[in-house]
Structure formats: C-alpha cells, structure tokens
C-alpha cells in the first residue's frame, strides 16, 4: 500500500474501507496525466469549494518543488534571453486540472438560455477529450447535473472518478471508480473529502514531481 495512504488511514481509521478506491482512482488519474490528459472538477456548494482546493494542489507545488524542465528553460532563455531564468524561476511544474464551478459567464449565460442543470455537462462536452479524468463531487451521489456530466463524460470516452458518502447514490454504477466515506451527513462526509483529496493530490505531486 502506498506509504501516504497509511498516513490518511492513521489519521482516519475509518476510511479504512476507502483505501483500495483512492489507491485505484490515483491509478486511473496518473495513467490520464501519463497520456497528456487533463482533470475536469466538479461539485456544489461546498464540493464546489472542494472543486477548486483541488485545482489549486495540483496546477502548482503542494508538497514538492516543481522546477520546470532544463528543455524547457533553454526554449524560455532563447526567445527572452534578459527575462528567462526570472520567468523560469517563478513556473511551477503543473498537473493540468480545470475547476468547472468558477466560469460565471458561462454558467449564468447556459442555465439563462437552456438549462441549468447541464452547465457542467455543456463543459465536460467542449473541453473533454478521451481518456480525461472528470472527478465529480456530490456527498449524495445523486446531484443530477453531477449525474448529466458524467453520462457526457462516458459518451466522450472519459475516465469517471467520484467522492461520495452514504451509500453511493447513482454515480456509483456510473463511475470507472467511487470513493464512498462512510458517513451520511453532509458536513461529515465532506469533512473526509478534503483528506482524501489532498492524500491523492501528494500520491500524484510524487509520481510526476518526486
């Protein structure tokens, strides 16, 4: 077992039963990196929240220094030869992930003219490609433009990672991997999802940064 997943489960013994899903989805979002993939977020309310803490641990150092590549630098050096070690110096090596909950034209101008409840949908369909990661977040399993995105993930060929609770609700038979907290309540499932997603944002960070 992964050495940080005997750290998450110390600290959270009752996550005891989620391990193996948090080991396959960091599996299923490594191979998606691997191939030059990206990571599309997406919750409500304080999952919205979630959905963005993600994005900010993984398009930046978390845990790790990220220096850019040598190639890299010497392509920057070349064009800008006064301004590209300064440039350099303050990139971070990136894993590519995009938050859907924040793009507020968008989202207000699609739920205004046609429906609100495929806004996250509308954006899985334009940036998705194949073998892209959409990690949906709902505590209930069931919040239905969670449940719409993912059906539009699957069509396009994308890979469905979930955090959930309770019993899963119906992401669970729709995703390639659920993470279920064992918990009913809301703010104590969502008080479990933050372990678990920095657990599997410092799994990723020493994949590719380690």
């Known amino acids: 077992m992964n050495p940080h997943l005997n750290v998450l489960q110390s600290k959270y013994p009752e996550l005891a039963g989620c391990l193996a899903d948090i080991q396959r989805s960091f599996e299923l979002i490594e191979a998606c990196y691997r191939q030059g ?47 590209g070690d300064a ?32 806004v996250f949908a509308q954006q899985v369909y334009g940036y998705g490609r194949a073998g892209d990661v959409f990690l949906g977040i709902s505590t209930s399993g069931n919040s239905r433009n969670i449940i719409q995105a993912i059906q539009v993930a699957k ?29 009913a309540v809301t703010p104590d499932i ?6 678990i997603y920095h657990t599997l944002c410092i799994m990723l960070e020493e994949a590719f940064f380690g």
């Open 37 to 83: 993939g990206q990571v599309l977020v997406a919750g409500n309310g304080g999952s919205a929240a979630d959905s963005e803490h993600i994005v900010g641990e993984l398009m930046k150092g978390f845990m790790l220094p990220r220096p850019v590549p040598q190639s890299f630098r010497e392509s920057v050096t070349k064009l800008f030869p006064a301004e």
């Open 87 to 118: 440039l350099c110096n303050s990139l971070q090596g990136a894993l590519p992930a995009i938050s859907l909950v924040s793009h507020s034209a968008l989202m207000t101008a699609f739920a205004n003219d046609v429906a609100s409840d495929m």
């Open 190 to 195: 969502q008080e479990r999802h933050l372990p």
């Open 155 to 183: 069509a396009k060929g994308m890979i469905c990672v979930g955090l959930t609770g309770g019993s899963g609700g119906l992401m669970k038979a729709l995703n390639d991997c659920t993470i279920v907290v064992p918990h």
